[in-house]
């Protein structure tokens, strides 16, 4: 199982910027995808970014241009950099990690972290 610990959430104006930090309990490079996912209330989870193991990045629709998730392997720690940030940004924020297993992939998750932003 990996645990995952997220930080970083809270309050911000629109246009206003946060940086996500989920960090991993075991080395990045034996995980196969470590994504960023949100919910918002009344809504269903949707991708917001994720990063294979080589390192290539996919992005939704919605945040395209404006988050980036990046890495620090030495720290096993992924980061989601959020900028001009919009009121429909608001939303849990859930660190996610895929690993290959002998019976498959699992997923974990992390325990949310809110994100608010007023316009």
């Known amino acids: 199982q990996v645990e995952l610990v997220e930080s970083g959430g809270g309050l911000v104006q629109a246009g206003g910027s946060l940086r996500l930090t989920c960090t991993a309990s075991?080395?990045?490079?034996?995980?196969?995808?470590m994504a960023w996912y949100r919910q918002a209330p009344g809504k269903q989870r949707e991708v917001v970014a994720f990063?294979?193991?080589?390192?290539?990045?996919n992005y939704g629709d919605s945040v395209k241009g404006r988050f980036t998730i990046s890495r620090d392997n030495t720290k096993n720690t992924v980061y989601l950099q959020m900028n001009s940030l919009k009121a429909e940004d608001t939303a849990v924020y859930y660190c996610n990690s895929v690993v290959r297993e002998r019976r498959g992939l699992r997923n974990d998750w992390g325990q949310g972290t809110q994100v608010t932003v007023s316009s």
């Open positions: 075991r080395s990045l490079i034996s995980i196969e995808i």
């Open positions: 990063m294979e193991s080589g390192g290539s990045t």
